[in-house]
T-cell receptor, first 114, second 111 residues
Framework: DADVTQTPRNRITKTGKRIMLECSQT?????MYWYRQDPGLGLRLIYY???????NKGEISDGYSVSRQAQAKFSLSLESAIPNQTALYFC?????????????FGPGTRLTVL | SQQGEEDPQALSIQEGENATMNCSYK?????LQWYRQNSGRGLVHLIL?????REKHSGRLRVTLDTSKKSSSLLITASRAADTASYFC???????????FGKGMKLTVNP
């Protein structure tokens, strides 16, 4: 969905490096999410934010941090990358205005930690 | 885990056949959603069924929900090669703030 963009799309980094993944949306949604996807494990929620001043941990937040700089921007940081953080990372947005939490996903960032 | 589970984990069919995918879950829900993911790309929302609905249609998609059995099925009729993708169910659980996704299942439609 072009309304949710992620940068970079691919990144190779080394163990111990700090890395930031960025997500921007033009949908005007209040809610934003970061997921990681690993083969056979489905999507796992890392962090989520329901508005600019709200940050919540998901099921696998250890080793990650986030920043909600504006309604439209939600960044995910790996403070000190390790190889088992190699995965496909997705940002998503949603808006409960219509009473359902339908989510809209970005194209993903493929991260490799060597 | 509150995670839904899709069944089968992989399905291979011929173009024109129908594909049925099942999802089982464990808790009370507000709604259940199905998403599609083409290889390596972001998930795309397909259809949502609320807990008080039993069946819903959208184009070639038909979804059913049985809350007594805590299960849902997604039927794709007259499948096409372009339907080849991974499919995920996601539950909006009562008392939870967020969707919970299943592990997904892979559908291959052979031309």
């Amino acid at each position: 969905d072009a309304d949710v963009t992620q940068t970079p799309r691919n990144r190779i980094t080394k163990t111990g490096k700090r890395i930031m993944l960025e997500c921007s949306q033009t949908k005007g949604h209040d809610r934003m999410y970061w997921y990681r996807q690993d083969p056979g494990l489905g999507l796992r929620l890392i962090y989520y934010s329901f508005d600019v001043k709200d940050i919540n941990k998901g099921e696998i937040s250890d080793g990650y941090s986030v920043s909600r700089q504006a309604q439209a921007k939600f960044s995910l940081s790996l403070e000190s990358a390790i190889p088992n953080q190699t995965a496909l990372y997705f940002c998503a947005t949603s808006d409960l205005h219509l009473g359902t939490d339908t989510q809209y996903f970005g194209p993903g960032t493929r991260l490799t930690v060597l | 885990s509150q995670q839904g589970e899709e069944d089968p984990q992989a399905l291979s069919i011929q173009e024109g056949e129908n594909a049925t995918m099942n999802c089982s879950y464990k808790t009370s829900i507000n709604n259940l959603q199905w998403y599609r993911q083409n290889s390596g790309r972001g998930l795309v929302h397909l259809i949502l069924i609320r807990s008080n609905e039993r069946e819903k249609h959208s184009g070639r998609l038909r979804v059913t929900l049985d809350t007594s059995k805590k299960s849902s099925s997604l039927l794709i009729t007259a499948s096409r090669a372009a339907d080849t993708a991974s499919y995920f169910c996601a539950t909006d659980n009562r008392g939870s703030e967020k969707l919970v996704f299943g592990k997904g299942m892979k559908l291959t439609v052979n031309p």
